[in-house]
């Protein structure tokens, strides 16, 4: 009589884990540098039909209307207000939140770069980085994500990441979580932004985010 030997049991297969939000990084990563390539009317149409045509997941297909809007009607976007009028509405804002920092930054999508109008120390008003030029897109996932939530009329807050001289100098006045907000407010209006650091993250985030955005509406014309 053949006794018939047991099956060897199989191992267990391993679930397959879809992570969709490496997904819709990579994607959103994929739309910033389209925006960072574009600096000219023939990319723009470029950059339309190819969002159109083929799209680029969530981020293209539900942000691209607001950048591209933006962007075509960057001269007839709200203008930040004079430097000398800006300072005292960050100062009485820095002051309000006890925050370690305030920067003011005026944006160019078209160029993909901002220009940073003014900060804001624990000492007060800082020179260092008055008229430093750099990419509004940058190397910084965190600040790329901020740029998109502020394009949609959201205060985006965030641990601080180095990534650049302004950063850098942010850090070392003790910031080391970060608040950023549209100037002015409303989606798709960005002709600015401030960028507001504290020592921790603040306990009633909506009560600073608030804050924020009645500064952000004073600082625009």
């Not at 969530?58 to 430097?83: G, H, M």
């Not at 990419?135 to 965190?142: C, E, K, R």
């Not at 740029?147 to 641990?159: D, K, P, R, T, Y």
């Not at 608040?179 to 600073?208: H, M, N, W």
Request: aromatic share 6%.
């Amino acid at each position: 009589m053949t006794i018939a030997k047991p099956k060897a049991k199989r191992p267990p297969r391993k679930p397959v884990v879809r992570s969709e939000i490496k997904t819709q990084s990579s994607m959103v990563d994929k739309a910033i540098d389209l925006i960072k390539w574009v600096d000219s009317p023939f990319k723009l149409l470029e950059v339309v039909i190819l969002v159109t045509l083929f799209g680029l997941g969530y981020f293209a297909w539900d942000s691209r209307q607001v950048i591209l809007n933006t962007i075509t009607s960057q001269e007839k976007l709200p203008q930040l207000k004079e430097r000398d009028s800006m300072i005292p509405i960050a100062e009485s804002m820095q002051k309000d939140l006890e925050a370690a920092t305030v920067v003011v930054h005026k944006v160019n999508l078209v160029t993909n770069s901002r220009v940073t109008m003014f900060a804001f120390g624990e000492k007060g008003l800082d020179r260092s980085l008055d008229g430093l030029v750099s990419s509004l897109f940058s190397g910084d996932p965190s600040r790329n994500s901020a740029v998109i939530q502020m394009l949609a009329g959201e205060v985006a807050c965030n641990s601080l990441v180095v990534s650049g001289r302004s950063s850098e100098w942010e850090s070392k006045q003790g910031a080391t979580f970060i608040c950023r907000g549209s100037i002015p407010p409303p989606v798709g209006e960005f002709a600015g932004y401030i960028a507001v650091g504290f020592k921790k993250e603040p306990q009633d985030l909506t009560a600073v985010k608030t804050r924020i955005n009645l500064a952000s509406t004073e600082l625009a014309k």
